[in-house]
T-cell receptor, first 111, second 113 residues
């Protein structure tokens, strides 16, 4: 079931290549940043987070980079697989506990 | 663990009717969130609870929307009366201490005709 916008920016990547998904944020007071993945017909799923006092964090096949100077966040996925096909959201964590989601980027894997 | 459980998965109703969406968070989680997702507005936080107490309801669109959490294992989101512009997918999520690592349910797709 379709659950996200039809006009999201789309990134098409060849299977096996690395993917880089970018996100710009606006609130310099955000305490942490998070990446979520949403597959078609499902709820968002937590991938990885990074605190504002860090500039890089690595997980399994994923790396998040934070550049506070230009308010930019990126998610790198190594060796992209068909199962990585989804919409990816960056989110900002605010001091009063709630998080605000961005608009999302659709990742399309080419065979 | 079964994860966050939402019911119903799909709801079709007529304008003016009352709609109640239900959520069972993951056992032991002390935060519960209600989100709405639409093509135009993306994923919006409506309200969230901590230890069954509403903390921030600033995202609730209007008085037609209300949410309750009578105990740690159950929450409802009610729309009365419903309108066609309420059509969306409504997600419930829960978390434990780490607010940013939220576990989402499968969502309820609401269609108001």
């Amino acid at each position: 079931g379709e659950s996200v916008g039809l006009h999201l920016p789309t990134l098409s990547v060849q299977e096996g290549d690395n993917s880089i998904i970018n996100c710009a944020y606006s609130n310099s007071a955000s305490d942490y940043f998070i990446w979520y993945k949403q597959e078609s017909g499902k709820g968002p799923q937590f991938i990885i987070d990074i605190r504002s006092n860090m500039d890089k964090r690595q997980g399994q096949r994923v790396t998040v980079l934070l550049n506070k100077t230009v308010k930019h966040l990126s998610l790198q996925i190594a060796a992209t697989q068909p199962g990585d096909s989804a919409v990816y959201f960056c989110a900002e964590g605010l001091r009063d506990d709630k998080i605000i989601f961005g608009k999302g980027t659709r990742l399309h894997i080419l065979p | 663990d079964a994860g966050v459980i939402q019911s119903p998965r799909h709801e079709v109703t007529e304008m003016g009717q009352e709609v109640t969406l239900r959520c069972k968070p993951i056992s032991g989680h002390d935060y519960l969130f209600w989100y709405r997702q639409t093509m135009m507005r993306g994923l919006e936080l409506l309200i969230y609870f901590n230890n069954n107490v509403p903390i921030d309801d600033s995202g609730m669109p209007e008085d037609r929307f209300s949410a309750k959490m009578p105990n740690a294992s159950f929450s409802t989101l009610k729309i009365q009366p419903s309108e066609p512009r309420d059509s969306a997918v409504y997600f419930c999520a829960s978390s434990f201490l780490g607010i940013h690592e939220q576990y989402f349910g499968p969502g309820t797709r609401l269609t108001v005709t």
